[in-house]
């Protein structure tokens, strides 16, 4: 169970993500783990992925956890796929973004 769940709007794109972000990185700074929500999120582009990408390397450099509160699924898996993140991922990468399951 993460000490703080953020819920992310339904809009997470270019002209949304710059206040997300700081809200982001603000509760990896005051709490361990941090559990990210994109259940209502149905639009993401690649600077919400960047956004995520960068959080989650902030929360690593500084001992903090940052998780998905389900697997990528939707907006979140479509854009993932557009930006080649399903074409060879990582260990960390399917841990993270699809919680152990390699994507198809």
């Known amino acids: 169970m993460a000490d703080k769940s953020l819920g ?3 809009a997470l794109n270019v002209r949304t993500v710059s206040a997300f972000a700081d809200q982001l990185l603000a509760d990896i700074t005051n709490f361990s783990s941090v559990e ?6 149905e639009e993401l582009d690649l600077a919400a992925l ?11 450099d500084t ?3 940052l ?3 389900q697997p990528a699924h939707g907006a979140l898996r479509s854009v993932l796929d557009r ?6 991922p990582s260990p960390a990468d ?3 973004w699809f ?3 390699s994507p198809q």
Do not use: N, Y
């Not at 990210?36 to 999120?41: A, F, G, H, P």
């Open 36 to 41: 990210l929500d994109l259940t209502e999120c």
């Open 50 to 60: 960047q956004a995520i990408s960068a959080a989650r390397i902030h929360a690593a």
């Open 63 to 65: 001992g903090k956890t």
């Open 94 to 96: 399917v841990d993270f």
């Open 99 to 101: 919680h152990g399951e």
């Open 67 to 69: 998780s998905l509160s």
């Open 8 to 10: 992310a709007p339904c």
């Open 83 to 88: 930006a080649g993140f399903t074409t060879d």
